[in-house]
């Protein structure tokens, strides 16, 4: 950046340099000419070569050169000089200031006419010099902020896959450990039970064999008596691992809207009032679907922070009422995502309200299986 407005400042100065000797009579055209290629040939050296050496004693020369043009060329050529002065400067030292002193020696040497116009340039190259370094310091401190962040970010996206690498792990244990409860207790009860009512019937077996009927008869109740609590101990092991209805079909919306907020920020409280446990499987699918679609709408289109989801059971009818604090909307429109949650609701004989004042809310009515 700092480049780029010292050369646009050198090549206006050139210009200059070349219009005001077109229409003057001072100096040869030929040796005036053959300076201003020496030096932009000069300042082209300085833009490719990368030694900071090189560099300085490239500065140094044009700085040479155009003192000597002063004398012996043109007069008005010095005012190139100070902007190679600032160049020289900045390579050893950062302040501007004992530059800008020094640099107001060269005035005593020359005319009236010079002066001010060299007084004009070095302070113009003062103001480019500082204005471009401040610029370039904020710009290297919000280029540092900037990989700052990138750092962080990819810092938080490592912890995140560890986080799900260990969710996963944790997962996976827990059905481990699950597994190996559920074989244990099987073992612990049922198989003791199954295994007594085993060797009990094989005595019974035996007893029947020698003649002993009354003794293989009470064996044998005996052993249906153990099997038929072995059967119950199965029935209740498969009663606790298995959730109840309600408690599937909440959780998995309550997934969806957390996953939901998580993702997009937006705030999605659940709530729920009466008994869930007359909501089918099937109905369940329908509010889910529902819901989705729903959730999926308010981020196209609502522009919300916050959608509530409410599910009432009442005694005839299940309510699902979605509403967002979005900008709602005067006239409805019936996308194929509103055709769909319709269709879905209206084959298990319930219908949808849709509202677009104040927010947007959809409603879902289903009636209650007898």
């Given at each position: ?166 969710l996963r792990q944790s997962e996976y244990t827990y059905k481990l450990e699950e597994r ?184 879902t009515l289903l009636p209650i299986s007898e």
């Amino acid at each position: 950046m700092k480049d780029f407005w010292i050369i646009i400042t050198k090549l206006i100065l050139l210009l200059y340099l070349i219009i005001e000797h077109s229409v003057s009579e001072i100096g040869d055209a030929s040796w005036f000419v053959l300076m201003l290629l020496i030096y932009f040939c000069i300042n082209i050296a300085i833009d490719i070569f990368q030694n900071k050496n090189l560099k300085a004693a490239l500065h140094l020369a044009a700085i040479v050169l155009m003192a000597a043009c002063q004398y012996y060329i043109y007069p008005s050529m010095i005012i190139l000089l100070p902007l190679n002065a600032f160049e020289l400067a900045a390579l050893y030292i950062k302040g501007r200031i004992p530059v800008l002193f020094v640099m107001l020696f060269p005035i005593f040497f020359l005319g009236a006419k010079e002066i001010a116009l060299y007084i004009a340039v070095l302070f113009l190259g003062y103001i480019i010099f500082t204005a471009v370094d401040l610029y370039s310091a904020r710009i290297q401190t919000l280029e540092d902020h900037l990989d700052a962040m990138r750092k962080r970010v990819a810092k938080l996206v490592n912890q995140l896959n560890n986080n799900e690498v260990y969710l996963r792990q944790s997962e996976y244990t827990y059905k481990l450990e699950e597994r190996n409860r559920i074989s244990q207790e099987i073992h612990d009860q049922i198989g003791h039970a199954m295994t007594s009512a085993l060797i009990q019937m094989e005595a019974s077996k035996k007893m029947l064999e020698s003649g002993n009927g009354t003794a293989a008869k009470a064996l044998l109740e005996n052993a249906i008596m153990i099997s038929k609590s072995g059967i119950d101990q199965i029935r209740n092991t498969l009663k606790n691992l298995k959730p109840a209805k309600e408690q599937i079909g909440i959780h998995r919306l309550k997934l969806l809207t957390g996953e939901f907020s998580s993702k997009h920020g937006i705030s999605v409280p659940v709530t729920y009032k009466g008994n869930l446990d007359v909501i089918t499987p099937l109905q369940w699918k329908v509010l889910y679907e529902n819901a989705h679609e729903s959730l999926t709408n308010v981020l196209k289109y609502a522009h919300a922070t916050m959608v509530s989801i409410d599910i009432r059971v009442y005694n005839k009818i299940i309510k699902m009422e979605i509403k967002d604090n979005g900008q709602g909307a005067t006239k409805i429109k019936r996308g194929l995502g509103m055709i769909g949650m319709e269709e879905r609701t209206a084959a298990l004989g319930g219908n949808i309200i849709v509202d677009g004042s104040g927010g947007f809310m959809v409603s879902t009515l289903l009636p209650i299986s007898e």
